[in-house]
């Protein structure tokens, strides 16, 4: 299953963007997943450091390229195992994307310490629509060095819950259109098996938005072939 949405649905404004996908008890163990976002959910990138790819694979990104935390639950039964401080990264290009996440999680199940200390890295492609700037996310194929992994150090992980919110301050933001549209994506197994997800997502109060562009176009001089004439153009906008 899959939940996710602005915090802030007001049109335009900045937001926490939570997603949260989930198996149920019995399922396949998730593997893998791709997200798509609706158009005009961004990120504004002013004042973000891009993680480079030797420290998003290693897990050491600096705080300056974070973006987000994750909180992760574990085991089986309605009281599974809950590991938060988990921390998301926004990378250089990766796999071919524009852009990449570093998703650091903590190996750690109280008392135990796994994997010699070493976190959790997951990583994932940010890929930018050239024609509508829409984001599709798309994590690690299984097998693969930082796909979410089903188990570690021998022990099942079976994961029920992946919660990751993006609530860096003045970065994500609202989409300035209406209209109804969805999140949706696939969610793989480690089986194999696909499913596909979707949610609904719209913001409001679209009326209330004040942009009111000017543009304006004026010409001057003695056309001729020799000398032609000048043509100004000139598009202004309020800063609001």
């Not at 450091?49 to 987000?68: F, H, M, R, W, Y």
């Not at 060095?145 to 990751?164: E, M, R, S, Y």
């Not at 003695?222 to 598009?235: E, M």
Request: glycine share 10%; charged share 15%.
């Amino acid at each position: 299953t899959l939940e996710s949405g602005t915090t802030n649905i007001d049109a335009g404004a900045f937001s926490t963007l939570d997603t949260t996908f989930s198996r149920e008890d019995g399922q396949q163990s998730l593997s893998s997943l791709q997200l798509h976002y609706p158009n005009g959910i961004s990120g504004l990138l002013d004042g973000v450091k891009l993680c480079t790819e030797a420290q998003a694979n290693a897990g050491t990104c600096g705080p300056e390229s974070e973006i987000g935390e994750t909180t992760i639950s574990v085991g089986l039964g309605n009281d599974p195992f809950t590991v938060t401080g988990g921390k998301v990264y926004i990378t250089e290009k990766y796999d071919g994307a524009s852009f990449g996440l570093s998703i650091v999680n903590p190996a750690k199940a109280g008392p135990f310490v796994l994997q010699e200390g070493r976190p959790v890295v997951v990583r994932a492609k940010v890929e930018v629509n050239p024609i509508t700037a829409a984001l599709t996310v798309t994590s690690d194929p299984p097998g693969s060095a930082h796909a979410i992994p089903t188990i570690i150090d021998g022990i099942p992980l079976q994961i029920k819950h992946v919660n990751v919110t993006v609530n860096r301050p003045g970065f994500t933001f609202n989409p300035t259109n209406c209209t109804p549209s969805q999140v949706t994506g696939t969610i793989k197994s480690a089986e194999g098996a696909s499913s596909p997800v979707s949610v609904p997502f719209q913001v409001t109060n679209c009326a209330s938005l004040k942009f009111e562009p000017k543009f304006a176009v004026s010409t001057s001089g003695k056309t001729s072939r020799a000398n032609g004439a000048s043509l100004s153009v000139k598009l202004t906008y309020p800063n609001a």
